[in-house]
């Protein structure tokens, strides 16, 4: 029994030696776990280290593109003065053609048997004439010999007359008919270059259709149609930039007429601006976006990529010291015309402002930065750059 109870007591002193070190594992990673508490506090903490640029006022035009058509200033639309059916085409559309110089045929037979024609009928004329000439100069003989009477005299002179008025009038009917008879050799007006060509050797013409046009080549003009509602700022001599789809620019220029009349179908005013085309790029009938520059405003620009845009709405970060320290706070701004690869601020920033132009996807409203200026943090990566190569 001794023995027993001596081996209880043992087993009971064992164990709680196990309790005891067990409390002292859990109170050890209790105080490690404290220990760490502060660190973890102070990473998240840090501050953010971000770019940041002042926002400052400049000059923004207060400008317009409309769509323009380039069209040339010295342009002839080809019309037939006569009526007939093509038989030949001389020119195809961008040929350069002399003055003169024939673009198509239209079937001239019917004319030409008009002419002939009329020459007949001169020449028969011509031969009265003769004949009425002889009667008159012998009834003026007879006449003054007392042979015939006064009466018979003047008939014979009438007759003269007549068929000498006559023969003047076949004439000039003739030389009519021969004019008219060119007209079926459609020429160029000028020296220039030749446009679309839309009829056919067979089709039937009209004085009212559209054989080609012939457009000389050099300066062009930009036919830009304004809306109504923006017609009452149009004056001449308002800054003109020609740009192609791409936003490139192709010429600058000015404003030179303003239409006086509203398009009643279109509701807009024309106005035009002389588009130099020294090099040749340009090409009649080419679109190009013109852009009208009506006045130039004081506002605030800023970055288009320090922009985020949130269910339709645009948001831009700010550091502002709020005097525990300088933390990043989002902005809801209201944006107006693109300003090159900067956005105009209408409304939410103003000029002063220190403006976070990097890490924005990183940042929430309120989280604590550390400022770093975007000018030389650039100036640091181009040296860094150039020291490696």
């Not at 830009?224 to 001599?237: D, H, K, M």
């Not at 990097?358 to 975007?374: H, K, R, Y």
């Amino acid at each position: 029994m001794l023995l027993l109870s001596s081996f209880h007591r043992f087993a009971a002193l064992r164990l709680s030696a196990g309790r005891q070190a067990a409390v002292g594992v859990a109170l050890a990673a209790l105080v490690a776990g404290c220990g760490q508490k502060p660190a973890a506090s102070a990473d998240a903490g840090a501050a953010m280290p971000v770019q940041v640029q002042p926002v400052k006022a400049t000059t923004i035009p207060d400008a317009t593109e409309y769509l323009s058509v380039l069209k040339s200033r010295h342009s002839a639309n080809i019309n037939p003065q006569v009526e007939g059916q093509i038989v030949r085409i001389f020119a195809k559309s961008g040929d350069q053609v002399k003055a003169g110089q024939a673009l198509l045929q239209i079937d001239p037979l019917k004319q030409e048997a008009t002419v002939s024609s009329q020459e007949a009928s001169r020449a028969a004329q011509a031969a009265n004439v003769a004949l009425a000439k002889i009667s008159f100069e012998r009834s003026k003989r007879l006449f003054e010999a007392g042979v015939i009477a006064k009466a018979e005299f003047d008939s014979a002179q009438s007759n003269y007359e007549a068929s000498v008025a006559q023969l003047e009038a076949l004439q000039e009917q003739v030389k009519s008919q021969r004019a008219e008879l060119k007209y079926y050799s459609v020429a160029a007006p000028m020296d220039g270059i030749v446009g679309d060509v839309p009829v056919r050797m067979g089709d039937r013409v009209a004085v009212t259709t559209l054989l080609t046009t012939v457009d000389e080549p050099g300066a062009l003009e930009a036919y830009i149609y304004v809306p109504v509602a923006r017609s009452r700022s149009l004056r001449l001599g308002l800054p003109v930039k020609l740009l192609d789809p791409t936003g490139t620019l192709l010429a600058t220029t000015t404003i030179t007429f303003v239409s006086p009349q509203v398009d009643q179908e279109t509701q807009t005013v024309l106005a035009k601006a002389a588009a130099p085309n020294a090099q040749g790029k340009l090409r009649v009938s080419q679109q190009v976006r013109a852009q009208i520059t009506w006045g130039q405003r004081e506002g605030a620009t800023i970055p288009f990529l320090s922009l985020n845009r949130i269910n339709g709405q645009f948001f831009a970060f700010i550091s502002t010291n709020e005097g525990k320290g300088t933390v990043a706070r989002q902005k809801l701004i209201k944006i107006g015309d693109n300003v090159g690869n900067d956005v105009e601020v209408l409304d939410g920033i103003k000029p002063g402002d220190h403006l976070i132009v990097s890490g924005t996807q990183f940042l929430q409203d309120g989280t604590p930065v550390n400022e770093q200026s975007a000018a030389n943090a650039q100036a640091a990566q181009t040296g860094s750059k150039e020291s490696s190569n």
